[in-house]
């Protein structure tokens, strides 16, 4: 199986990591994209490390950006497709880093952006135990398949989508938001007034909070 690598960020504190935080990049984009979050991050999550894999493939339609399945917006079943292509990937690569800092699969976060967003929420709802947490920017859910049985296994989730996106329209965010919520999972969301396609600072703010809180719980 291909091996995901990407860059790193140790815990700000210092010492061994207590929390493992991945960021997930848009398509076109590569691991780099988002590792800077990880420094944004540090003062909320001092014990927590950050790793920003770089996706599958090469991108279709960028010289030099990856994704992690082809997108053309042109085929409705091709999103449903592309996460369960990458999703084994991707799982295999937690599993590893998980291992690598000896943590517990509750001590892990997924971070996603765009397609990234897209395949956090189906590789982090079917895990078994679940992340704490899964931040969602600018993305959508692709598949309901993804959804756990037992909404109390689910990670929690938090969806943040610019009201002037025109990649990735906000329908998609509050479609999934409708989705999750009729299969029983709590889902917290914000819209970013006047953003496209992007992360302003106030959902920056509000993912690292969200991060913060959900590792907290899952501690106790």
Not at 1 to 17: H, K, S, Y
Not at 132 to 145: F, H, M, N, P, R
Request: charged fraction near 20%.
């Amino acid at each position: 199986m291909e091996l995901l690598d990407g860059p790193r960020l140790p815990p700000a504190a210092g010492g061994t990591a207590q929390q493992l935080v991945v960021f997930l990049h848009g398509y076109g984009a590569d691991g780099n994209d988002l590792i800077g979050l990880g420094r944004e991050w540090a003062k909320l999550l001092p014990h927590a490390a950050f790793v920003s894999p770089h996706a599958l493939e090469p991108c279709g339609m960028a010289a030099m950006g990856r994704q992690w399945f082809d997108l053309t917006f042109r085929d409705p079943a091709e999103m449903a497709r592309g996460v369960k292509r990458a999703g084994p990937v991707l799982d295999a690569f937690l599993n590893t880093e998980l291992k690598r800092h000896d943590l517990p699969a509750r001590a892990l976060g997924l971070v996603g952006f765009s397609q990234g967003t897209m395949v956090a929420l189906d590789v982090g709802l079917k895990r078994n135990p679940a992340p704490a947490a899964i931040v969602g920017y600018s993305g959508a859910l692709a598949a309901v398949e993804a959804l756990p049985k037992d909404p109390s296994l689910a990670p929690a989730i938090l969806l943040v989508h610019g009201d002037m996106d025109q990649v990735i329209p906000l329908d998609a965010m509050l479609i999934a938001r409708e989705q999750l919520a009729a299969a029983g999972i709590a889902v917290e969301w914000h819209v970013a007034q006047g953003i496209g396609h992007g992360i302003d600072g106030e959902g920056l703010r509000l993912g690292g909070a969200f991060l913060s809180q959900a590792f907290a719980s899952a501690d106790k």
